[in-house]
Structure formats: structure tokens, C-alpha cells
């Protein structure tokens, strides 16, 4: 069975770093893409940002220069990198995974949430 299994996440001051990594395992048979969308207290879903099989990113604006995402596929996993953070970035942080399941048509597009890890930036 496929999983995602986040980690990073922390309490960091205003324009402090840290980097989430989410590493999926269970031996996906490909991934389509994977992203990262955070939750914050009070606030809608707001998907982060995505990069796809070939190796595209797609970010949200209110993050674009700050964040990037990249990965390591012979790891299988996927890091965001978050830079000059500020308290708004406060959020739980969830990693997903779109991915193939098998040969068949209907596995083509399948997706796994991982639980979450907070990050927490401090004013």
C-alpha cells in the first residue's frame, strides 16, 4: 500500500528556514506528481505547491520566491524548502501523492494524504 510519510515540520521565528520532506513508499508503480497543501487554523486548504512527473513546479503566489520545491526520485521522496517565513505560513502541512497503481486504466490516477506536520512561525 502505497503511503506518503511527511517530516520537518517545527516552530521557527519570522524569516527563519525549514525544509519538509515527504518520502513515499510502497513501491507506487510511478508518480504522477506530488504536492504540498497546508491548512491553517480557520482558513481553507490552500495547495502549496505541485511538481509533476517531468519535473515541473507550479506554486502558489503567496509563496513563490520563498518556497521550492524539489525531489529525489531514486529516493522517491519530495522536499519543500520554505524560506523567509513569516507567522501566516503558520499551518499543518500535508504532503499528497498522485500516482499510478498498476498497468490498468482505472490505477492511472490514484491519491494518498499523508497525516500532516505543523509548522509553526513565530512573529
Known amino acids: 500500500q502505497v503511503q506518503v510519510v511527511e517530516s520537518g515540520g517545527g516552530l521557527v521565528q519570522a524569516g527563519g528556514s525549514l525544509r519538509l520532506s515527504c518520502a513515499a513508499t510502497?513501491?507506487?508503480?510511478?508518480?504522477?506528481?506530488i504536492g504540498w497543501t497546508r491548512q491553517a487554523p480557520g482558513n481553507d486548504n490552500e495547495l502549496v505547491a505541485t511538481?509533476?512527473?517531468?519535473?515541473?513546479?507550479n506554486y502558489t503566489d503567496s509563496v513563490k520566491g520563498r518556497f521550492t520545491i524539489s525531489r529525489d526520485i531514486a529516493k522517491n521522496t519530495v522536499y519543500l524548502q520554505m524560506n523567509s517565513l513569516k507567522p501566516e505560513d503558520t499551518a499543518v502541512y500535508y504532503c499528497?501523492?498522485?500516482?499510478?497503481?498498476?498497468?490498468?486504466?482505472?490505477?492511472?490516477?490514484?491519491?494518498?494524504w499523508g497525516q500532516g506536520t505543523l509548522v509553526t512561525v513565530s512573529s
Open positions: 499528497h501523492a498522485d500516482y499510478r497503481g498498476s498497468y490498468y486504466p482505472e490505477d492511472s490516477h490514484l491519491e494518498v
Open positions: 510502497g513501491n507506487p508503480f510511478s508518480i504522477n506528481a
Open positions: 511538481i509533476n512527473s517531468d519535473g515541473s513546479t
